[in-house]
């Protein structure tokens, strides 16, 4: 153990042949490793003559009948007899990217010696494919692919390692470490570039071997992806990525992703934007595969990506006609505003530090008839709060749990987070969870239901639906009221009589918290104190005074004499109204013809209308709470046959 030192680091690789790339492959390594330990098995081209180019390079010639097994346990004895603290296996074909070096060194020092958690470390291989500039992404071995190559002796018993006989081979490439080495591994954000399969040639080489070292695995396909047809590729194009920061380690293996998650076109997710959208944003675009099957779609639309990968943002900037390489918190984008017809996140909100404060910033690119489209995991999933139960709370690599994900959201939070951009959903999907079934029954008005160690009762229809649901989609619009027309969508009538602080606070909250347009006509019926004065304050106002008090109903009159608005609404002087109080009972007013009047529920009125409230401190505690009172009843109404005069 090399204490108080920088770590050692020594490199095998078995070889043969590999002129073309064996260069790249020890120049790269050479900014890690303290020596390289090459073993030639029988080179007949330039392989050797480069070699012996690197000074940290030992060169070991063997000329002998092929065994992988053996050359990978001499290696390995000849690393051990350098004593180092790290041993890194490659082979002649692949070369390390060339932040590799800077990641791998940020993850050692942050390992313990004594004690360290992980022994080996996993890198991600990436197939090169007809070009060095493209390598593949399609699902599977080449979308998914970790091979552990870099292992500590640290805790290690050195007599016991070795490599034992293996599946494809037994080669480096496919086993990196000692078969007898303890402890646990994790993936690290470090590329290695797999140039094996380049060309055709080379692939059909491997193919043909295989199928004679291997009929039993070739007989099942196994190797078939090595002679697929060039058109049914998917193919990313490379390019390096900036070195990592100082203070950032090498990546936690939740971290990562399968190269397929940025790859999908996501159909659920295209069917929500409207098709005469011509711009659209996709933050977090990943590889460009939505923007790209939206432009074969439909013909014209300007797809702009917004993605935080470097090396998928690479990808994506050669499908879609821009991609913004940046974080989208706090949104600050190249475009005025009103620019995009749609903004579309999906699976993006849940891993955002502040999504409220982003969707926000977000909607000033949207045109005025512009929509938000979003994908959002449910954690309100029957899965995951049964596991909740039970103490289980365990992060994933995808998922509800995703272990990058920041936020978690059920419908509710969802719609108050619309609420707080200003924004309103016109549609919802729900993603069923398919692992379990709970039917919904128009005629039941609630359900009960045990489900393992939990048990839930007087569920609502929309509840038991929620509770079976995976992902939310949805489709938002700026929020707005129904009608249209006149310049005052609603005359709002208060009568006054004396009660000046009373007045302020209810004219207050009016011109604060409504949505729409609207005329405020104030009747004062003779009052003594200073309200009148204030009255002819307010902006805008239309103010009817009185010499003497003319009683509710004939003030109530005046004003709707007056009134100009498609709506009159008769508000008392001594209520507080929430935030888009107004927006919310003309929706209720336009959902029928029927509908000939409508009030609100409160705290001091006769039933149906009380509301049991709790103790409220203040105006934030009462926004608070009439924003919960909206969210647990939103869409619901009860017929009456007389309402409360406090708000009508």
Partial sequence: MNVGKEPAIVCIMRIKNEEEWIGMSLEETCRLAREIIVLDDGSTDRTPEICRRFPQVTYVRRDRGTDEVRDKRELLQMALARS??????????????????????????????????????????????????????????????WQPRLFTLWGQDRERLTFLDSAHGSNLHASGIPDTLKGRGRRIDVKVKHYGYLREEQRRRKYDFYRVKDPEAAARGYYDHLVGAAGTLALAPWTERPEPAPEGGGGDSYFHKPIAYYFSPRPEVRSLIPEGAGRILDVGCGGGAMGRALKGERGGVEVVGVEIDPLMAAAAGKLLDRVLLMNVEPPSLPYPDGYFDCVVLGDILEH??????????????????????????????????????????????????????????????????????GLE???????????????????????????????????????????????????????????????????????????????????????????????????????????????????????????????????????????????????????????????????????????????????????????????IAGINDLETFALEVYLSGRGRSLDVSNLSGLCL
């Avoid at 090169?128 to 493209?134: R, Y």
């Avoid at 006054?496 to 009747?523: A, D, H, K, Y």
């Fill in 84 to 145: 180092p603290d790290w041993i890194l296996v490659l082979d002649g074909d692949e070369v390390l990217e060339k932040r590799a070096a800077s990641t791998i060194r940020l993850e050692i020092a942050s390992a313990d010696p004594a004690a360290p958690a992980f022994s080996h470390l996993y890198f991600h291989i990436l197939y090169f494919w007809d070009s060095m500039d493209q390598y593949r992404v399609d699902p599977g071995i080449y979308g998914d692919f």
């Fill in 352 to 421: 955002l530090r502040d999504p409220w404060g982003t969707l926000r910033g977000l909607v000033r690119y949207l045109a005025p008839e512009g929509k938000v489209v979003a994908s959002v995991p449910n954690v309100r999933n029957l899965a995951v709060l049964t596991d909740l139960v039970r103490g289980e709370w365990r992060y994933r690599m995808d998922g509800i749990l995703d272990a990058t994900h920041l936020r978690f959201f059920t419908r509710r939070e969802l719609v108050r987070l619309l609420l707080e951009a």
């Fill in 425 to 615: 959903a016109e549609e919802w999907l729900e993603v069923p969870d398919h692992r379990f079934s709970l039917t919904v029954q128009a005629e039941r008005p609630t359900y009960n239901l045990d489900h393992g160690d939990l048990t839930l009762r007087n569920l609502r229809p929309e509840a038991l639906s929620e509770l079976g649901t995976i992902q939310f989609l949805f489709r938002a619009s700026r929020r707005r009221t129904a009608l249209s027309g006149g310049s005052a969508t609603a005359s709002i009538v208060v009568i006054t009589c004396n009660g000046l602080e009373f007045t302020r606070m209810c004219v207050q909250s009016v011109l604060r918290n409504t949505l729409e347009p609207f005329e405020l006509i104030m009747v004062d019926n003779g009052s003594r104190d200073e309200t009148v004065s204030f009255l002819h304050g307010i902006p805008g106002a239309r103010i009817i005074e009185n010499d003497t008090n003319l009683g509710f109903a004939a003030a109530c009159n005046q004003g709707l004499a007056a009134a100009a608005g498609d709506y009159v609404v008769f508000l008392n002087n001594d209520t507080i109204v929430p935030h888009d109080w107004l927006g919310h009972l003309l929706r209720h007013a336009e959902a029928s013809p029927e509908v000939g009047v409508v009030g609100p529920r409160s705290n001091y009125v006769r039933p149906p209308q009380v509301l049991e409230t709790p103790a």
